[in-house]
Nanobody
Framework: QLQLVESGGGLVQPGGSLRLSCAAS????????MGWFRQVPGKEREGVSC????????WNAESVKGRFTISRDNAKNTVNLEMNSLKPEDTGVYYC????????????????????WGQGTQVTVSS
């Protein structure tokens, strides 16, 4: 059973940066497509950045393009989200998720398709 643990959240001023990490245990991430999602109270969970199981196909939400970078290190069994030029609207709980890929190479934008989720880490962008 795969377990995911996020870290790196916190309070940051607008324009600042944070680096979120998702550490996996119980299985290797080689066969998993990974995603970062965020949620604010009263709203549905939304996709932020997703990366394919082989790491060569990436999707970013329009709202974070040019500011956020997703990466994966299968040797370390981690997935990271580098967040720069943060805005107050980036505030929310950020979740890491894993989807097992039986065949092929792809990412998945819809949170409903994911098999495993971390507990989330709070990101607050405020002056």
């Amino acid at each position: 059973q795969l377990q995911l643990v996020e870290s790196g959240g916190g309070l940051v001023q607008p324009g600042g940066s944070l680096r979120l990490s998702c550490a996996a245990s119980g299985d290797t991430l080689d066969d998993y497509a990974m995603g970062w999602f965020r949620q604010v109270p009263g709203k549905e969970r939304e996709g932020v950045s997703c990366i394919s199981n082989r790491g060569d196909d990436i999707w970013n939400a329009e709202s974070v393009k040019g500011r956020f970078t997703i990466s994966r290190d299968n040797a370390k069994n981690t997935v990271n989200l580098e967040m720069n030029s943060l805005k107050p609207e980036d505030t929310g709980v950020y979740y890491c998720a894993a989807l097992y890929v039986f065949e092929g190479n792809y990412y998945w934008r819809n949170p409903d398709g994911y098999d495993y989720w971390g507990q989330g880490t709070q990101v607050t962008v405020s002056s």
